[in-house]
């Protein structure tokens, strides 16, 4: 085996990852969310489901965006596969931000306020 195929199976692999950790981290926040929404008060029960999945799905895009680099850059490193990697990157890297703008309350770059001195 060459390789650029023993690296173009890794980010394969990486982006399976990617997508079973959105696929599971659906999985345990549904259940957990039908396993509580009784439980907890009106709307809490809610948000935190879709914290929970929110968090899965950033945790994914950045397991497919590591496969994507790894893949464009040295499989196929030509000038068009590396502006093509370029869009996708800044279209999950603003997904991303808007998703934890959306799950955290605050941007990625703002201290929390528990955090705060």
Not at 10 to 18: D, L, N, S, T, V
Request: aromatic share 8%; hydrophobic share 50%.
């Amino acid at each position: 085996m060459e390789f650029t195929e023993i690296i173009s199976a890794a980010g394969y692999g990486i982006e399976a990852i990617g997508v079973l950790v959105v696929l599971i981290g659906s999985i345990l926040s549904s259940v957990t969310f039908l396993r509580s929404y009784r439980q907890l008060a009106e709307g809490a029960a809610y948000r935190t489901y879709r914290r929970q999945l929110g968090r899965s799905i950033m945790l994914g895009l950045e397991f497919l965006i590591a496969g994507d680099i790894i893949r464009t850059v040295v499989v196929a490193n030509t000038l068009e596969n590396v502006a093509v990697l370029g869009l996708i990157i800044l279209i999950r890297t603003f997904l991303s931000v808007t998703l934890h703008l959306e799950v955290e309350g605050r941007w990625p770059w703002q201290h929390d306020e528990k955090d705060a001195p």
